[in-house]
């Protein structure tokens, strides 16, 4: 399983992340970023970066799902944001997904997505414990 460090001598997380990361001996999988596009692949929450937020991770958790994985498994995220002061205000709808140790993060502000309406993209990286790991086609 993944170890999660928080080392002395940096500065202390003041959200839901946790400095570094190293994977064990699970299965390694890399989370294509998601969006908020629901299942027929219509954006999700115009304009509400809690309810993109949401279906963000509802889209990693049912990939994850698929795997055999849970949001637990995941050890890193890199998120990107139009809007980077409301992403941080939602700190609580991580809280639901998350719990400690919490997964390294990077976060970024951009200009734009791929599509005008949407506010938020987020990539991650997981490690499934090998005897839950499921591989799907």
């Known amino acids: 399983m993944t170890e999660f460090f928080d080392p002395e001598g940096v500065w202390r997380p003041f ?20 969006v908020a596009l629901d299942q027929d692949g219509n954006v999700v929450g115009k304009g509400d970066m809690a309810a993109q937020l949401v279906q963000v991770r509802e889209n990693m958790a049912a990939v994850l799902d698929s795997l055999g994985g849970r949001m637990t498994d995941v050890y890193a995220l890199s998120t990107f944001t139009t809007d980077i002061e409301s992403f941080m205000t939602l700190g609580e709808i991580r809280a639901r997904y998350f719990k400690p140790p919490y997964p ?34």
């Open 15 to 34: 959200g839901a992340f946790s400095m570094a990361a190293a994977p064990g001996a699970g299965q390694l999988i890399q989370l294509k970023g998601q």
């Open 104 to 137: 390294v993060t990077t976060t970024i502000e951009i200009s734009r997505l791929y599509h005008p309406d949407l506010t938020v993209e987020i990539a991650g990286t997981a490690e499934i414990p090998r005897e839950r790991f499921v591989r799907t086609g």
